[in-house]
């Protein structure tokens, strides 16, 4: 088989007479001329050299304006099949009066980039981020977020998202607008209405915990002790000396919300003593 030609020599092949060939016989008119009006200056008067440099000239710039246009019309094409081939993302149709608030816990490994995995699959979705909380556990990290999303997007979308970004057991809730305060300032009013007696410990502990039971018993469960953690269950000491044992189904309680629960305990029984409320 015969080797391709060569792009640039076939492209000269193809100039013709307004080519290479016309800039070559336009620049020996004019050594041609230039040579005549040397002699002429001499002694000779002839008007022939005059009009030997201006075809000369013309051709020169009649070769050149030939060349200007074939490379403008041969690089139009290049730039528009780069245009058509650049990936176009389209943002996805955002309606922020059909959102749904969600609260997407999920375990990440705790290296760089797996955060920013998450977060792009969120984005992806055009989902909105309000809030997150970290829950650090060694080598790994909990992290809820607190999401506000398009209607079209559920729960299972959610899920696939974290998925594709290398997150594990994740849990997918719908949440209530009143979880997008820090918990710094949902725990400082939650004491607050302990010291007010607009809410009880065991509804304050259902709030900060976000869980499902809290129920005072005599004693801790079987393999509990009176303040311990085991997964979905977490029992406190009751101000009146008996046990709180709260619940949750789905996610497991982290040690840091243990340690929220337990300081928020500790501040009822404080406010209990103080009063002389059991």
């Known amino acids: 088989m015969d080797a391709p030609e060569d792009h640039h020599t076939t492209g000269d092949r193809r100039t013709g007479f307004l080519g290479r060939e016309a800039l070559d016989f336009g620049v020996l008119l004019i050594a041609a001329g230039a040579a005549h009006l040397v002699v002429l200056s001499l002694g000779h008067s002839d008007g022939g050299a005059r009009a030997l440099l201006a075809v000369g000239t013309l051709l020169v710039l009649a070769s050149g304006l030939h060349r200007w246009y074939r490379y403008r019309r041969s690089a139009a094409p290049a730039v528009q099949r780069v245009e058509n081939h650049r990936p176009h993302r389209v943002p996805p149709v955002h309606d922020p009066l059909g959102d749904r608030l969600w609260s997407v816990r999920v375990t990440v490994a705790d290296v760089p980039g797996g955060l920013a995995a998450l977060t792009a699959g969120f984005a992806d979705l055009g989902v909105d981020i309000r809030l997150m909380h970290v829950h650090p556990a060694g080598t790994e990290a909990v992290d809820e977020f607190f999401v506000s999303a398009p209607d079209r997007v559920g729960a299972h979308a959610l899920h696939a998202a974290v998925r594709e970004a290398g997150g594990r057991d994740a849990i997918v809730r719908t949440a209530d607008p009143h979880e997008l305060s820090d918990t710094t300032s949902r725990t400082l009013a939650l004491v607050g209405a302990l010291a007010s007696g607009d809410a009880t410990l065991e509804e304050s502990l259902l709030s900060l915990a976000a869980a499902q039971a809290v129920e005072t018993v005599d004693g801790p469960p079987v393999g509990l002790g009176r303040e311990d953690l ?37 501040v009822a029984a404080t406010l209990g003593s103080r009063t002389g409320k059991h």
């Open 230 to 266: 085991s997964g979905t269950v977490m029992t406190l000491p009751a101000p009146d000396g008996r046990v709180l044992v709260v619940r949750r189904s789905g996610a497991p309680f982290t040690p840091v919300e243990f340690a929220r629960c337990r300081a928020l305990a500790q």
